[in-house]
């Protein structure tokens, strides 16, 4: 297609032509873009409506300047890649790309590709080839993050007796504190998070609002400051479940 440019003192012709694009990654042939290729033919004039007039008389339909065309004055082309390539279920990049989501069966490379791109499709696939995983809509969940995720709810809501194995860090500005404890290890929810390292030198247990549980005294011993109920030397060795972010003595 003929259009007129303008070249800082004359008004040019010029041919416009678009190409469509293609690629072909592991056997999948499409459309990935458009070149469009701009080709100078010669100068019109430096009077706009004698340009037209010529430019109508050699074909040109378009009697616009092309703002494309502004300040050219030699041949040159420029491609506009495709931001629609794949969809939701083609892979978008690395081994597999544009492969169908749903046809892979090589569940660690789906799991490396999901970190990558949070993709459901990839979670949804992942875990209808293993179900040891889980997917919530936004996590995904090997069978060891489920059970330190169940661990970490029976801890918080009173299900496990907890013994201390140190006393309180506490902040009184934000009346939070933190204490390391253990805990039976009965259920395999319990093993798995003892065997995580998370608890190699015990699980940390956090409490909020503090003051509702009772009056934090501070102690130091060697330069080290540390928090222990009001009325007792120590808490460590101390039993008690956690319940709603309170301790419960036992």
Same mark, same amino acid.
């Given at each position: 297609?003929?259009?007129?440019?303008?070249? *800082? %003192?004359?008004?040019?012709?010029?041919?416009?032509?678009?190409?469509?694009?293609?690629?072909?990654? *592991?056997?999948?042939?499409?459309?990935?873009?458009? =070149?469009?290729?701009?080709?100078?033919?010669?100068?019109?004039?430096?009077?706009? @409506?004698?340009?037209?007039?010529?430019?109508?008389?050699?074909?040109?339909?378009?009697?616009?300047?092309?703002?494309?065309?502004?300040?050219?004055?030699?041949?040159? !082309?420029?491609?506009?890649?495709?931001?629609?390539?794949?969809?939701?279920?083609?892979?978008?990049?690395?081994?597999?790309?544009?492969?169908?989501?749903?046809?892979?069966?090589?569940?660690?490379?789906?799991?490396?590709?999901?970190?990558?791109?949070?993709? =459901?499709?990839? #979670?949804?696939?992942?875990?209808?080839?293993?179900?040891?995983? !889980?997917?919530?809509?936004? !996590?995904? /969940?090997?069978? $060891?993050?489920?059970?330190?995720?169940?661990?970490?709810?029976?801890?918080?809501?009173?299900?496990?007796?907890?013994? #201390?194995?140190?006393?309180?860090?506490?902040?009184?500005?934000?009346?939070? #504190?933190?204490?390391?404890?253990?805990?039976?290890? @009965?259920? @395999?929810?319990?093993?798995?998070? @003892?065997?995580?390292?998370?608890?190699?030198?015990?699980?940390?247990?956090?409490?909020?609002?503090?003051?509702?549980?009772?009056? /934090?005294? =501070?102690?130091?011993?060697?330069?080290?400051?540390?928090?222990?109920?009001?009325?007792?030397?120590?808490? $460590? =060795?101390?039993?008690?479940? /956690?319940?709603?972010?309170?301790? %419960?003595?036992?």
């Amino acid at each position: 297609m003929k259009r007129i440019g303008f070249a *800082n %003192k004359y008004y040019t012709l010029w041919d416009v032509s678009e190409e469509t694009m293609y690629r072909t990654v *592991n056997d999948v042939h499409f459309a990935s873009g458009t =070149k469009t290729t701009f080709t100078y033919y010669q100068n019109l004039s430096t009077d706009l @409506e004698k340009a037209i007039s010529k430019a109508k008389s050699m074909g040109v339909t378009i009697l616009e300047v092309d703002e494309d065309l502004r300040g050219k004055t030699r041949s040159f !082309s420029s491609v506009k890649n495709r931001d629609d390539i794949y969809n939701d279920n083609q892979f978008k990049f690395g081994r597999y790309e544009a492969l169908q989501i749903s046809d892979c069966e090589d569940v660690d490379y789906l799991i490396w590709y999901f970190g990558e791109t949070d993709s =459901k499709v990839v #979670a949804e696939q992942i875990v209808r080839l293993d179900d040891s995983y !889980s997917f919530d809509g936004k !996590s995904l /969940l090997s069978r $060891k993050d489920q059970l330190i995720k169940e661990a970490e709810y029976a801890i918080n809501n009173g299900e496990v007796i907890l013994t #201390a194995v140190s006393n309180f860090q506490y902040s009184e500005e934000r009346d939070y #504190a933190s204490i390391r404890v253990i805990f039976d290890t @009965e259920t @395999e929810a319990l093993e798995t998070l @003892e065997n995580s390292g998370y608890c190699e030198w015990g699980f940390i247990v956090h409490v909020e609002n503090v003051s509702d549980n009772f009056t /934090l005294c =501070k102690k130091s011993f060697r330069g080290h400051d540390y928090y222990v109920p009001k009325g007792m030397r120590s808490f $460590k =060795k101390t039993e008690f479940r /956690l319940v709603n972010g309170k301790i %419960k003595l036992i």
